[in-house]
């Protein structure tokens, strides 16, 4: 079977969620070195934008089963042959888990876990018939160490890893590669919307902490990669011939990490709690 790098003709690459932030970061790298870019949205002026810069773009509600249904058909009657899906879409939820309501909850992995493996099963299936074909999942270092005020999102991505870390298992005795990215601090979007999913209830326990709980919902913009340099290294790194199963790229990617392997989890504890001042409760 050739490999990636030597198909000798642009790749169809579809990305969700890339109306902004990483995913049209990621549209514009694969576009810029050739590729037939295929990108979803929700909004429709954020398709017709997408469109007007010159990408396939399809509307997708992804935790709506009839839409990825509608966008697998959609993309058999147009025979577009998939070479990589990347499940990008996603969202974070913030807040002390005391305050998080089931609804938010369920909207989080919704979106960012049950979605995922809905569209996966959609469309790999095809893949599988040509025994090609390359998985990207977007995690997230969060999913590696959990922070406090981050537990649903944390939860999440993790996973999303743990996901991944299966299907790779399952699906490479059909040629298909798995490769989960946890990115670090990547600049975009993601504290703002991070920002509006706050949850705090009225006479919570942590409403001493309103402004660390706000500071954790934009911590990843801190000195944060810019999404363009993010995208070029991710680019290079899922089309490499043999590609690692796990990518981490951009602020802290390797840091949280290393913190959850190598430090006590009493030590790791009270680093945490201190950065987000939780000796100011009890």
Not at 36 to 52: F, G, Q, W
Not at 67 to 77: C, E, K, P, T, W
Not at 106 to 121: C, H, K, S
Not at 160 to 168: Q, T
Request: glycine share 8%; with cysteine.
């Amino acid at each position: 079977m050739d490999s990636f790098a030597e198909l000798g003709k642009p790749l169809n690459v579809l990305i969700t969620g890339a109306s902004s932030g990483i995913g049209r970061a990621l549209a514009d790298e694969f576009k810029a070195r050739g590729h037939r870019v295929h990108v979803t949205a929700r909004k429709p002026s954020d398709l017709a934008a997408l469109a007007a810069a010159g990408f396939a773009a399809f509307e997708l509600e992804v935790t709506d089963a009839d839409s990825v249904g509608n966008l697998a058909q959609r993309i058999a009657d147009e025979g577009i042959e998939l070479d990589m899906l990347i499940n990008n879409a996603g969202f974070g939820a913030m807040g002390p888990l005391l305050d998080i309501s089931p609804q938010t909850l369920q909207r989080q992995f919704d979106v960012n876990v049950f979605a995922l493996l809905a569209i996966t099963q959609a469309l790999v299936p095809a893949m599988v018939a040509r025994r090609r074909g390359r998985i990207v999942n977007i995690s997230s270092v969060s999913g590696v160490l959990p922070t406090p005020f981050a537990g649903a999102y944390c939860a999440s991505k993790a996973a999303v890893n743990a996901l991944s870390d299966s299907l790779r298992m399952e699906l490479a005795p059909f040629g298909i590669d798995v490769i989960t990215v946890q990115p670090g601090g990547i600049r975009s979007n993601f504290g703002d919307t991070a920002s509006e999913h706050i949850a705090l209830r009225a006479g919570s326990l942590y409403a001493p902490m309103q402004k660390a709980i706000a500071e954790r919902a934009t911590l990843s913009q801190a000195e944060a990669t810019p999404a363009d340099e993010f995208a070029r290294h991710m680019v290079d790194a899922v089309l490499a011939d043999t590609p690692g199963p796990v990518v981490r790229i951009g602020e802290k990617s390797a840091l949280m990490p290393w913190l959850k392997k190598w430090l006590p989890e009493p030590l790791r504890d009270r680093i945490l709690s201190k950065r987000f001042n939780l000796s100011q409760l009890g």
